[in-house]
């Protein structure tokens, strides 16, 4: 169906751009929660 061809090319580029977001919002939070850990640790001195 040649006619749904563009729809799917954008729903792809939607869903590459939506994982990538997603990897780094994951990526994020990995970080933030090790950030967190290291703070509840050391006693969370505040500086």
Do not use: C, Y
């Amino acid at each position: 169906m040649p006619q749904f061809s563009w729809m799917e090319e954008i729903l792809a580029r939607f869903e590459s751009v939506i994982l990538e977001r997603l990897k780094k919002l994951n990526l994020d939070i990995v970080n933030a929660r090790k950030e967190l850990e290291g703070m509840l640790k050391t006693g969370g001195n505040h500086e």
